[in-house]
């Protein structure tokens, strides 16, 4: 059964720093790109990034690029999301997410697996 | 940048079909996937690939796309069908969602 598990979210102060995780399991993970996509209280889904199954291909939205950097470690079946200069607006339930089918990033793949979502607070 | 639009609300009768449109520059070019979301829970891939559907949805969910619109069927809704709706595609390397909307069964 395929798992992805977020944690690390919680209360942070404007301008300060955090790192989310997410724990894969269920699949080959090494084979897979994943996706952050967060979700304010109340409002619509945004995506965050995109990372290649290889970690050769990184893309950002222009809402975060040079503030939040994605990486993951396939040895360790986990994926990460390092948050820095946070903003109010940056409050919401981040998820981590599959691509659909195996590989590289693809226009023809949707999201197929979604974690159960941390809430990141930015609140002074 | 690319933009995905859909209407905020849709209500159908129990049993009835509904219909709920995302609209885009030449969607029709793009794979348009939706995804379903309960109160409370994660997004759900219904439909992907504009028409195709994951194991365990049932038939009476359906896609379309051509020209700008994309469009999601539920044929005989159910109350268990009220969630939020999202169609999604990818632009440049990039994924956009639209809006998202809401489905009510009254």
């Known amino acids: 059964e395929v798992q992805l598990v977020e944690s690390g979210g919680g209360l942070v102060t404007p301008g300060g720093s955090l790192r989310l995780s997410c724990a894969a399991s269920g699949f080959t993970f090494s084979s897979y790109s994943m996706n952050w996509v967060r979700q304010a209280p109340g409002k619509g889904l945004e995506w965050v990034s995109s990372?290649?199954?290889?970690?050769?291909?990184?893309h950002y939205a222009d809402s975060v690029k040079g503030r939040f950097t994605i990486s993951r470690d396939n040895a360790k079946n986990s994926l990460f999301l390092q948050m820095n200069s946070l903003r109010a607006e940056d409050t919401a339930v981040y998820y981590c997410?599959?691509?659909?089918?195996?590989?590289?990033?693809?226009?023809?793949?949707?999201?197929?697996?979604w974690g159960q979502g941390t809430l990141v607070t930015v609140s002074s | 940048s690319y933009e995905l639009t859909q209407s905020f609300s849709v209500s159908v009768s129990p049993g009835q079909t509904a219909s709920i449109t995302c609209s885009g520059d030449?969607?029709?070019?793009?794979?348009v996937f939706w995804y379903q979301q309960k109160p409370g829970q994660s997004p759900v891939l219904v439909i992907y690939q504009d028409r195709k559907r994951p194991s365990g949805i049932p038939e009476r969910i359906s896609g379309s796309n051509s020209g700008n619109t994309a469009t999601l069927t539920i044929s005989e809704t159910q109350a268990m069908d009220e969630a939020d709706y999202y169609c999604?595609?990818?632009?440049?390397?990039?994924?956009?969602f639209g809006g998202g909307t809401k489905l009510t069964v009254l």
């Open positions: 997410a599959r691509v659909s089918t195996p590989g590289g990033l693809s226009a023809a793949a949707g999201i197929d697996y």
């Open positions: 999604q595609a990818w632009d440049s390397s990039t994924v956009i």
């Open positions: 030449k969607l029709g070019d793009r794979y």
């Open positions: 990372i290649s199954n290889g970690a050769n291909y990184i």
